[in-house]
């Protein structure tokens, strides 16, 4: 399980706390560091950061945006420790620990870390299927990216030792489906959001957070390839009768 885990930190400033990581992840088995335009790397204090996990800083790779982080990812999970305008399933590191023990053979999840001064974004964090709170204490909250990824890799090593061979997934049986990818995922969207601007469901001057809440309820889903494929059949076959019959729109606007 810990070989499909992939650690990315975005935007990150201080190059020991690059390392910091680095030697989080090598202590609990993790392998696949990815970071997005960091602000400098590699540089000499993370390797003196990482106190000898140097090889796991050589094998970092370095993107420049989110997309090309999450290439290949089924799963994402964005750590926030902030309250939201708009509610999102948050799980403690003990729960995503769970979660990440029933991704299928093969299949990747990708934990976001981001920026040591206001951490991720809202449009980071509405490419997450869940969010990952670490519950601190109230009155100091202020956590280190490289302790909070200790405690996020611990959960998951703990995880991985206390799994069985063969123990079947919480559902009682094997998903007969794979899980679809995060571009795979974030089409779907795309197609989503222009569907409804042509059935006037949804005004792009006035977009109000239509969006960011289909985003979250699709996102809770966790959908498999099938399940996204029937939703772009289906918007597909929207778009079609749309195109024969212009003056077909919607008469209800959205009010969310």
Known sequence: MLGQIRIVMIHTTHPGNIGGVARAMQNMGLTDLCLVAPKRFPDPEADARASGATDLLASA????????????????????A??????????????????ACDLQPGKRMAILFGREDRGLTNDELHRCHHHVHIPTNPDFSSLNVAAAVQVIAYELRIASLESEPGLLPQWGTAWDIDLADARETELLFEHLEKTLVGVEFLDPDNPRQLMTRLRRLFLRAVPDRVEVNVMRGF??????????????????????
């Open 61 to 80: 790779k370095v993107v420049e945006t989110l997309d090309e982080a999450l290439d290949g990812c089924h799963l994402v999970v964005g750590t926030s």
């Open 82 to 99: 902030r309250d939201r305008h708009i509610p999102w399933p948050v799980i403690t590191p003990r729960q995503m620990a769970s979660v």
């Open 235 to 256: 918007l597909s076959a929207i778009d079609k009768v749309l195109a024969r019959n212009p003056r077909m729109k919607g008469e209800e606007k959205n009010d969310v």
